[in-house]
C-alpha cells in the first residue's frame, strides 16, 4: 500500500509522526501536512495566494512534505503533484490531538481532509485522540487505527462515505460504531480586553448535544468506547426533500 498522511496540527505534530511510523508496517507511507497548526479549518481552501509545497526530508519509504495551506489545500496539492499519476491506497488524516465528535466534524480541519479525500474518490479516515497534549500517548490510538485500517481493507466502504475514528484519553472500552451525535457548544466566548482597553472575545466552550435519549459518539466517546463513525459527502435532508418540492410547486 501507498498511505497519505494529513492532518491539521502540522507537519511536526507527535500524532501524524507516530502514526507514520505504525503506518510503514502497511507500506509506503507519504505524509503531507501543514507547515503549522490548522485547527478548525474545515473545507476552508486558500484562493488569494499561491500555494508552497516543501519536501522536508525521505528516510526509506517515508517521506514528509509541508505546505503553507490548509489541511484540505494539502489533500488537493498531493492529488495534483505528488499522486498525479498514481492514487495513494488510503488517507489517513491525524492522529488529532483532540477529539472530533458530534458538530466538530463541521469544524475539523482533520475531517475537512478526510473529506476531500473522500471527495477524490480514495478510502479515507480521520483520526482524533480526545487529549490536547502536545505529546499525548498514541498508543490506543494507533492500535484502533491499525484495526480501522484492516478492516477497510476487508471491505469496500460505499461511494461518498467516509470514516472518522475517535479514541478516548483513558484506555477504551472498546470499540462502538455508532452514528455522529447532533449539539452545538455552549458558553462559547469569553470577554477580555486588549492593551488598549477595547472588548476582545476569546473562543473555547464546550460541547452538549441537542437530541436526548440517543446515544451516538459524544455519548460513547464520553463513557470511554473509541467510536468508528461512517459519514458522508450528501448532506441532503432526503426525508423531507419531496415535503418540501410539493411545498414549492403549490
Known sequence: ???????????????IQELAQAMLAFGQVTILAPDGPRSGFSGAITTTQPLRLKHRTT?????VYSCDGTPVDCIKLAMNTLFAEERPDLIISGINHGSNEGICVSYSGTLGAAREGCIYGIPS????????????????????????VQLMQQLTLPRQTYLSLNVPKTSPKGLKVCPMSVGR?????VPSSDGRGKPIYW??????PM?????????????????LTPLQLDSTDYQWLETLERAAQS
Open 1 to 15: 500500500m501507498h498511505i497519505l498522511l494529513c492532518n491539521d496540527d502540522g507537519f511536526r505534530a507527535a500524532g
Open 59 to 63: 528516510d526509506g519509504d517515508l517521506s
Open 125 to 148: 479516515l480521520g483520526v482524533s485522540l480526545d487529549d490536547t497534549a502536545w505529546h499525548p500517548d498514541f498508543t490506543d490510538s494507533i492500535a484502533y487505527t491499525i484495526r480501522v
Open 185 to 189: 457548544f455552549v458558553e462559547e466566548l
Open 203 to 208: 473562543l473555547t466552550g464546550h460541547q452538549e
Open 211 to 227: 437530541e436526548e435519549g440517543r446515544k451516538a459518539d459524544w455519548q460513547y466517546l464520553n463513557e470511554g468506547w473509541a467510536t
